[in-house]
């Protein structure tokens, strides 16, 4: 199971692309609202989520993901419960995932130390401990994968069918989709 954490004010694009990406690659994935289940977007589109963060078990898995969008992200910040399953899912060895601003969320638990990664241009310097690159849409070094904003959204979605499911499986995904991957 793949989670998708979803806070009052997320990138739209960063949390739905991935979403439909890694659902096309046959993946499980769900999104997990902060608050509640609806939870309305940057730009005012609500998403029903199907969970709330406090019903899943981040520790068993696949993947978490944190879009970005700085509304989310500070929603995220100020939840103890988001900040816990995100750093559940990494220290039972699971992999990680934000994009855009997202990186702050890992870069506050400290699971940003000494990682190459990409976030939202000017957001360098927040990144403590990450080092930082704006040369790819999308970086993976070990358990993290980053992704750098809201155009990044397909590459990041196939990265992580990628990382799940296989080089091949994104290949077909994105020759499905007609989409000609950076």
């Known amino acids: 199971m793949v989670y ?5 004010g997320f990138e739209e ?3 739905v692309a991935p979403y439909d990406v890694l659902k096309r690659g046959g993946v499980e994935v769900e999104f997990a609202g902060i608050g509640g289940n609806a939870v ?11 969970r709330t963060v406090e019903e899943i078990d981040a520790s068993g898995a696949e993947l978490v ?4 969008g700085l509304g989310g992200v500070e929603s995220i910040l100020g939840s103890k ?8 899912a990494y220290e039972a060895g699971r992999r990680v ?6 990186p702050l969320v890992l870069s506050k638990l400290g699971i940003l130390d000494g990682v190459h990664a990409v976030c939202y241009p000017g957001m360098e310097g927040q990144m403590t401990g990450g080092i930082m690159s704006q ?7 070990g358990r993290v994968i980053t992704g750098r904003g809201p155009g990044a959204a397909i590459d990041f979605g196939l990265r992580l069918l990628g ?6 499986a994104a290949d077909q995904v994105a020759a499905a989709m007609h989409y000609e991957r950076r």
């Not at 998708?4 to 009052?8: A, E, F, S, V, Y």
């Not at 995932?97 to 997202?102: F, V, Y």
């Open 135 to 141: 040369k790819e849409s999308t970086v993976v070094d």
């Open 65 to 68: 993901v944190v879009p970005g």
């Open 13 to 15: 694009v960063e949390a």
């Open 40 to 50: 309305a977007g940057s730009h005012g589109i609500v998403i029903n989520a199907e």
């Open 163 to 168: 990382e799940l499911r296989g080089a091949d």
């Open 81 to 88: 419960t988001a900040m816990d399953a995100v750093m559940a």
């Open 97 to 102: 995932a934000a994009i855009c601003a997202g």
């Open 4 to 8: 998708i954490i979803l806070g009052k």
